[in-house]
């Protein structure tokens, strides 16, 4: 299934950048980001998703004059809100 594939690359993702964090590394020099950094920094996931996160209010957002801005610390906590535990069954 695409979906099953497309969560586990964003699971990938979001551990790589996790541990990146942790080393003090690939911490963005802003603090607040655009909507397509912020894609990217979600391991490439649609504008449409980006959306959706925004207005189901998972993911906070600041609207500046049109442009969506999202702040970084708020990116990190919604990443680690979303982490599976080890635990979890995996089908496949």
């Known amino acids: 299934m695409k979906s099953k594939r497309i969560k586990n690359a964003l699971l990938e993702v979001r551990d ?5 964090i942790e080393n003090g590394q690939n911490k963005p020099s802003k603090q607040v980001l655009k909507s397509s950094e912020t894609r990217k920094v979600l391991g490439g996931i649609s504008a449409a998703k980006l959306q959706y996160l925004r207005i189901s209010g998972k993911l906070p957002a600041i609207n500046a004059d049109g442009m ?10 919604f990443i680690e809100s979303n982490k599976n535990s080890r635990r979890e069954v995996r089908h496949g």
Do not use: G, R, S, T
């Open 16 to 20: 790589e950048l996790l541990k990146a």
């Open 68 to 77: 969506w801005l999202y702040d970084y610390d708020d990116i990190l906590e």
